[in-house]
Antibody, heavy 119, light 109 residues
Framework: QITLKESGPTLVKPTQTLTLTCTFS??????????VGWIRQPPGKALEWLALVYWDDDKRYRPSLRTRLTITKDTSKNQVVLTMTNVDSVDTATYYC???????????WGQGTMVTVSS | EIVLTQSPGTLSLSPGERATLSCRASQSVSSNYLAWYQQKPGQAPRLLIYGASNRATGIPDRFSGSGSGTDFTLTISRLEPEDFAVYYC??????????FGQGTRVEIK
């Protein structure tokens, strides 16, 4: 059974750095074709794709956030970490991580974690 | 970056009726890598369709996807009470960034 779970702070102050961890089980991020992505959803709004890391450590980012995002993987811990620098109130959202496979989109999602940016 | 436009914004239908949702891309989606997700309040999205027309594991056959290039459709043949939700399309072509549409809400009439 494949599961993913997001963890991190629920409240972050403006200008701080947000660090979110996705801990997964049931698959390996060393398997060819696998990826883990981060997606967020501001309250009442649509989904926004943020970043993706592939099994071969290739990394891709949302162009408008490219300078603020970093995605890394730790295959020994089955974790993917997303850091976002210089957060602002517009970054308030539920953040999801999801498993991707080549050709299959995001077929398994975590439950999401709500992050509020406020002083 | 490919922009996805979904229509209509809201669809008001009764159980048993047919729902047709549209997703139009600003440029051709490579390999027809277009997915559809269902999201209910307070829940994570659930993958329904990948590769434009392939049902994900465990998805009932009343859900079907079609289309290619820039125009895609999700059809729910007969709406069940549990199908009232928000639906998103997503393109995941060969090279990110990947993008989502703005969503279509299917509500009970």
């Amino acid at each position: 059974q494949i599961t993913l779970k997001e963890s991190g702070p629920t409240l972050v102050k403006p200008t701080q750095t947000l660090t979110l961890t996705c801990t997964f089980s049931g698959f390996s991020l060393t398997t060819s074709g696998m990826s883990v992505g981060w997606i967020r959803q501001p309250p009442g709004k649509a989904l926004e794709w943020l970043a993706l890391v592939y099994w071969d450590d290739d990394k891709r980012y949302r162009p408008s956030l490219r300078t603020r995002l970093t995605i890394t993987k730790d295959t020994s811990k089955n974790q993917v970490v997303l850091t976002m620098t210089n957060v602002d109130s517009v970054d308030t959202a539920t953040y999801y991580c999801a498993q991707g496979r080549l050709g299959f989109a995001f077929d398994i999602w975590g439950q999401g974690t709500m992050v509020t940016v406020s002083s | 970056e490919i922009v996805l436009t979904q229509s209509p914004g809201t669809l008001s239908l009764s159980p048993g009726e047919r729902a047709t949702l549209s997703c139009r891309a600003s440029q051709s989606v490579s390999s027809n890598y277009l997915a559809w997700y269902q999201q209910k309040p307070g829940q994570a999205p659930r993958l329904l369709i990948y590769g434009a027309s392939n049902r994900a594991t465990g998805i009932p056959d009343r859900f079907s996807g079609s289309g290619s290039g820039t125009d895609f459709t999700l059809t729910i043949s007969r709406l069940e009470p549990e199908d009232f939700a928000v639906y998103y399309c997503q393109q995941y072509g060969s090279s990110p960034p990947w993008t989502f549409g703005q969503g279509t809400r299917v509500e009970i009439k």
